[in-house]
């Protein structure tokens, strides 16, 4: 069966810390990963992954994906309180599985003061 | 577990017809959405219901109204399907609180011709 799975499922930390946060994934033909930020209704994109070893960087964000263990984190640099939200990891297959797109139960996120 | 079902996983329609989808949660959720997932779009938010016959417009309604006439059930609908709603449909719920995670369905791939 198809799954993902993200940890840790609840992390808190304090300003100016770094965080990594992890996605694991078992999925047929694997088409890409994704990561969204959800804050209040619609998540927000944030990286899509589909080569190995090739860090995606966006500010104090970056992601990178390891297609053989199976595995992206995404690591979050300097943290603000203004990062505090629930982190989705999404994996999506194609061919056999076409338009299969799996959620993770998400990391919820709280920087402190 | 929550689980999120949707109606279908794949469906082809022709321009013009009227489209159905629908989305069940079985964990008594007040919040229902749904989304629109493009290539290098992201997930797009089409509308989203806080409570039983409440929906509110998301970033994207035009071309679909939703349905929910009971608390578990939230129904996408395309009045006259064109082609460039083909797309993948996703469905999710939450409880009220704006800060839990929103779990997500299958997905609904579908195609216009």
């Known amino acids: 069966e198809d799954k993902v799975v993200q940890s840790p499922l609840s992390l808190v930390v304090h300003e100016g810390d770094t965080v990594t946060l992890n996605c694991s994934y078992e999925?047929?033909?694997?088409?890409?990963l994704l990561w969204y930020k959800q804050e209040k209704k619609a998540p927000t994109f944030l990286f899509m992954l589909?080569?190995?070893?090739i860090e995606k960087k966006s500010g104090r964000l970056s992601s990178i994906l390891d297609k053989k263990e199976l595995f992206s984190i995404l690591n979050i640099t300097a943290t603000q309180t203004g990062d505090s939200a629930i982190y989705l990891c999404?994996?999506?297959?194609?061919?056999?599985?076409?338009?299969?797109?799996?959620f993770g139960k998400g990391t919820k996120l709280s920087v402190k003061p | 577990d929550v689980k999120v079902t949707q109606s279908s996983r794949y469906l082809v329609k022709r321009t013009g017809e009227k489209v159905f989808l629908e989305c069940v949660q079985d964990?008594?959720?007040?919040?229902m959405f749904w989304y629109r997932q493009d290539p290098g779009l992201g997930l797009r938010l089409i509308y989203f219901?806080?409570?039983?016959?409440?929906?509110e417009k998301g970033d994207i309604p035009e071309g679909y109204s939703v349905s929910r006439e009971k608390k578990e059930r939230f129904s996408l609908i395309l009045e006259s399907a064109s082609t460039n709603q083909t797309s993948m449909y996703l469905c999710?719920?939450?409880?009220?609180?704006?800060?839990?995670?929103?779990?997500f369905g299958p997905g609904t791939r579908l195609t216009v011709l």
């Open positions: 999710a719920s939450s409880t009220r609180r704006g800060t839990d995670t929103q779990y």
């Open positions: 999925v047929t033909n694997f088409r890409s």
């Open positions: 589909t080569s190995s070893g």
């Open positions: 999404a994996v999506e297959g194609y061919g056999g599985s076409q338009g299969n797109l799996i």
């Open positions: 964990m008594d959720h007040e919040n």
């Open positions: 219901s806080y409570d039983v016959k409440m929906k």
